[in-house]
Antibody
């Protein structure tokens, strides 16, 4: 069973960037996909993008193209999601999840608050 | 607006059966892509409930079942229990520019 542990909550100013980490244990990190999904307060789930570490290339939802960067460090079994040009609407809980077609396991979530 | 459409809410009394629908289009469910379901209890991360349309991960009670037909899918919960009160989301793959993973807007299940 893969376990995913995310970094802690962040408070950011509008226009800045945030980088959230997701450390995996169990399984072979380089071979399984990691996706990032966010959930705004009281809202549903929204896929942002994903990466398969062994391939290194990330895919992004069109909505976030140019603003999000997903990377993976195989040496530490850690995936990262960086979101730039933050605005208030980016206030949300950000989750990482493993699985290529389905989110098999989820991280605990990281609350990112964007406020001036 | 979500790519997959779910009813905002459903309710049922303990012991009853409820179903939650998930309607997509020809670029996702109708294209033959699998549908998966997640349960999100209040204040927690989502948890995989059904994968590949109708398969249950280890530990998920057989009270939960899934099905798919055409451009739609359904989640059925029988023998409703108080602890089933949660938000439920469907998810599939979409071949259009809307994104690789697409989700329904979520359905709030209330156990009366």
């Amino acid at each position: 069973q893969v376990q995913l542990v995310q970094s802690g909550a962040e408070v950011k100013k509008p226009g800045s960037s945030v980088k959230v980490s997701c450390k995996a244990s169990g399984g072979t990190f380089s071979s399984y996909a990691i996706s990032w999904v966010r959930q705004a307060p009281g809202q549903g789930l929204e896929w942002m993008g994903g990466i398969i570490p062994i391939f290194g290339t990330a895919n992004y939802a069109q909505k976030f193209q140019g603003r999000v960067t997903i990377t993976a460090d195989e040496s530490t079994s850690t995936a990262y999601m960086e979101l730039s040009s933050l605005r208030s609407e980016d206030t949300a809980v950000y989750y990482c999840a493993n699985g290529e077609a389905v989110a098999e396991n989820w991280g605990q979530g990281t609350l990112v608050t964007v406020s001036s | 607006q979500s790519v997959l459409t779910q009813p905002p809410s459903v309710s049922g009394a303990p012991g009853q059966r409820v179903t939650i629908s998930c309607t997509g289009s020809s670029s996702n469910i109708g294209a033959g892509y699998d549908v998966h379901w997640y349960q999100q209890l209040p204040g927690t991360a989502p948890k995989l409930l059904i994968y590949g349309n109708s398969n249950r991960p280890s530990g998920v009670p057989d009270r939960f079942s899934g099905s798919k037909s055409g451009t739609s899918a359904s989640l059925a919960i029988t023998g409703l229990q108080a602890e089933d009160e949660a938000d439920y989301y469907c998810q599939s793959y979409d071949s259009s520019l809307s994104g690789f993973w697409v989700f329904g807007g979520g359905t709030k299940l209330t156990v009366l």
